[in-house]
């Protein structure tokens, strides 16, 4: 059983206040606002940056996982994740996108794979309250 761990220091109220969020690894500070979070505006990273990192990291390994037990590991691929935040309202969806070079699958099948990466994915089920889409599988040969 492995356990993650992240601190954030805080400073002031929320509206005007900032933070520092730390990962346990010890291999990145970043920065964090209520006005990012709210606005978009600024340059600091918002909790769902985060997620969507950590969703975006999930699936790839779910995926490579998946493809590496058909017998087709990919060569390479990336994983793009969106997180929609609604201030009052919350997280609303998650949506990943990936595009892979995988030699000898063809692109059904490789859909059929990341779907079920995406479905069975750690991330993906702990966000099970909110809407986890995965918006294309593309292969390119």
């Known amino acids: 059983m492995i356990t993650s ?7 002031g ?3 005007d206040g900032k933070g520092l969020t ?5 291999t990145a500070e970043v920065p964090v606002d209520w006005r990012q979070r709210s606005t978009g505006e600024g340059t600091s990273s918002t909790p769902e ?6 969703h975006s990291a999930c699936f790839a390994m779910a995926l490579s996982n998946a493809l590496e037990q058909n017998g087709t590991p990919p060569l390479e691929m990336r994983t793009d994740a969106r997180v929609q935040f609604v ?8 949506m990943l996108t990936v595009h892979a070079h995988v030699p000898g699958l063809d692109p059904i099948e490789f859909g059929r794979i990341a779907e079920d990466a995406k ?10 309250a909110i809407d986890v889409s995965l918006e ?6």
């Open 87 to 94: 201030p009052g309202e919350g997280i609303t969806w998650s």
């Open 119 to 128: 479905d069975n994915c750690p991330m993906s089920k702990a966000l099970g």
């Open 13 to 15: 109220g929320l509206s």
């Open 5 to 11: 761990k992240a601190t954030t220091r805080w400073q």
């Open 136 to 141: 294309s599988a593309t292969l390119q040969q």
């Open 22 to 26: 730390s990962l346990g690894s010890g």
């Open 49 to 54: 940056e985060l997620l969507a990192a950590a």
